[in-house]
């Protein structure tokens, strides 16, 4: 990744995701990768620089910005991630090797699309759920826009459970997947798709702090308080968790 883009882009500078990422990329041959969520287009020349064989899809409930990057690998589609058809009509225009999930960070919308996204990988493909601490139940207190959402399980707790199984060589059977479906968003029938489909989960939590302000752009920061001089909270529990899914 180029310095331009190293300072341009929140993966880098505020989570801290890309060096975690790199420990999947290593060996593996990418033609077709999505991503959900282009916002002002920084992930997406990441992508199209990261990987020079591969056509980007990109989709958005923006129209096309201009100051998103042209170039022919990069096929854009607009409209709602909450749309399941619609997000199932731009999932059909490959098989996957890549799907990347930054979009609305809505816990609903992070369950539909990690369902469909996983469908639409293929064999040993990697699916990342991006920013899933949204999907934090201490998220909720701080923003009306989950109070939806507040008491449910999520498609963090939903994998987290998945993952706890896996490791302790327990099989989710349909009393598991009951629990684990237990009052949340996903169904059982949904956990016990994933559970089966799913060969690695791995879940990155950042452990430093950011580089820089996403706010202000300072570096020197209130260290006693665990917050930047402009008041951003720069090290949370709730904040850069992101998790990197292999298909079986």
């Not at 880098?12 to 990768?33: D, P």
């Not at 998945?162 to 099989?171: E, F, N, Q, S, T």
Request: aromatic share 12%; charged share 25%; glycine share 4%.
């Amino acid at each position: 990744m180029t310095a331009n883009l190293q300072n341009s882009s929140d993966k880098v500078f505020w989570h801290g995701y890309l060096e975690f990422y790199e420990r999947f990329f290593e060996s593996r041959i990418f033609q077709s990768i999505a991503e959900i969520g282009v916002l002002r287009g920084h992930s997406i020349r990441w992508l199209l620089e990261r990987f020079p064989q591969a056509t980007v899809f990109g989709a958005d409930i923006l129209p096309r910005q201009a100051e998103w990057p042209t170039d022919p690998r990069f096929v854009f589609s607009q409209f709602d991630q909450g749309n399941r058809d619609k997000l199932r009509d731009f999932l059909c225009q490959a098989e996957f090797d890549l799907i990347i999930e930054d979009g609305s960070h809505l816990p609903t919308h992070q369950v539909i699309c990690l369902i469909e996204g996983v469908r639409a990988l293929r064999p040993g493909g990697l699916y990342i759920l991006e920013d899933i601490h949204t999907s934090h139940p201490a998220v909720y207190e701080k923003s009306s826009l989950y109070a939806a959402t507040m008491q449910q399980g999520t498609a963090l707790s939903v994998l987290l459970a998945i993952d706890h199984y896996k490791r302790l060589a327990v099989d989710i059977d349909q009393t598991r997947a009951d629990r684990i479906a237990h009052n949340s968003l996903l169904a059982a029938s949904d956990v016990m798709e994933l559970a089966s489909q799913l060969k690695n989960i791995s879940l990155y939590r950042r452990t430093r702090l950011p580089d820089f302000c996403f706010n202000c752009g300072a570096s020197d920061y209130q260290f006693s308080s665990y917050r930047c001089s402009c008041g951003v909270e720069i090290f949370s529990d709730s904040d850069s968790m992101s998790f990197v899914l292999e298909k079986k």
